[in-house]
């Protein structure tokens, strides 16, 4: 069955963004300098950017010329920094290089520059760039869909040439030098505080595990190598199933329960429904989709031969649409709910839903045991778990 994809991952990191080899370590301090047109009188911003915050390293109320100049102790290993104007970002890698020198513009100050003195910094504008083109088309295709100018799948279908337009660039530039700081700048770009890049997706875990990988072997000691490694690690982990996870002792037990309302408008929570020892299948869809009448009668298929062994489906719509899912969901025998926020659902980006359909398979114990990678092996999923 064809799986439309729709969201993009969440995870609770901090965008690092680092830089690269120290082969050239004869000087203890490095430069970043430069000037901006017609800023004068405004005060520039000179910040480190750290494993989990953002910090304030100095700063110049700039001349009538527009010229400054930072010097720092050179760090012991790969780091980052920004320049902070009106609210506007340059990113700047540091690492074997003594000199950055910038050339921008106060009105355009983080897209309109030009960078001497760091190949890294050169990358890191261009996915920059693609990163907030990408985003803005994001969003004209969200409102879209929100002003019903887009069905479900032609939103899902644009969200995706989009996404796939950012990865593209990205996984040659990381497969080009997976230990640069463009790779790891490449992997932590956001839209509306989601990954691009998803530690969860199988495909996307590729080119976390390839930087991963490279930073470990050359950055062993770095917190963002750690931290990286840790992970995708972890990420690999949960995508084999080796590690099921138990609502009971996550940070917070809310943080995988999910209360929406059915068609009655009574809200009904997931874990009352798991309560019973039952094998459970998370099922994200939505019924305007052109895949959604094949996929629910398997599904149909599947409840008939399992429901009295214990198996049940929890159903949530991501239909714009109130009216239409309730006449779809009326006569359908498993525990059906919608999330009125449709395609903004903070309960999708909860689960890193990235398509739909999109299932997880809990056990009898409460835990997410499975992602379900395809729906043609569910029924074999769902026999094994009932027997466990």
């Not at 760091?118 to 295709?141: M, N, V």
């Not at 009971?248 to 019973?276: M, R, V, Y």
């Amino acid at each position: 069955m064809k799986r439309q994809h729709l969201y993009l991952a969440k995870i609770t990191v901090i965008c690092i963004l680092t830089g690269i080899s120290f082969s050239c370590q004869n000087k203890n301090e490095f430069t970043i300098q430069g000037e901006v047109s017609d800023a004068g009188g405004k005060t520039m911003y000179f910040e480190h950017i750290g494993t989990s915050r953002v910090t304030v390293v100095d700063s110049v109320r700039l001349k009538g010329n527009g010229t400054f100049k930072f010097r720092k102790s050179r760090p012991d290993a790969p780091d980052f920094y920004r320049l902070r104007l009106n609210g506007q970002l340059i990113n700047i890698p540091i690492d074997s290089t003594e000199t950055v020198t910038i050339h921008a513009d106060t009105l355009q100050f983080a897209k309109n520059y030009t960078v001497e003195g760091s190949s890294d910094c050169q990358h890191i504008k261009e996915l920059t760039l693609l990163q907030l083109a990408t985003s803005e088309a994001y969003h004209k295709h969200q409102k879209a869909f929100n002003a019903k100018q887009l069905s479900a799948d032609e939103y899902m279908e644009k969200q995706k040439e989009v996404i796939e337009g950012y990865k593209s660039v990205a996984r040659k530039l990381m497969l080009s030098n997976p230990r640069s700081a463009t790779a790891y700048f490449a992997l932590f770009q956001q839209i509306d505080n989601l990954l691009i890049f998803d530690p969860y997706d199988k495909d996307d875990n590729k080119y976390f595990g390839a930087v991963a990988t490279s930073w470990d072997q050359y950055y062993a000691n770095s917190d963002r190598a750690r931290q990286l490694y840790t992970m995708t690690l972890n990420a690999r982990k949960a995508l084999s199933g080796d590690r099921p996870i138990r609502y009971q002792e996550a940070d917070s037990k809310t943080f995988f329960e999910i209360s929406l309302p059915t068609i009655n408008g009574q809200k009904l929570a997931l874990f009352e429904s798991c309560k019973d020892k039952k094998v459970t299948l998370v099922d994200f869809t939505a019924y305007s989709t052109k895949e959604s009448p094949a996929h629910n009668m398997e599904l149909a298929r599947l409840y008939e031969k399992y429901k009295t062994q214990g198996f049940e489906i929890y159903q949530v719509s991501l239909d714009a649409d109130e009216h239409f899912w309730k006449n779809a969901a009326i006569n359908l025998p498993w525990l059906c709910v919608r999330d009125p926020q449709s395609v903004n659902s903070p309960v999708a980006r909860t689960y890193n839903v990235k398509e739909l359909p999109s299932g997880f398979i809990f056990n009898k114990d409460g835990e997410i045991v499975k992602r379900v990678e395809s729906y043609a092996n569910l029924d074999k999923d769902i026999s094994l778990y009932l027997k466990q």
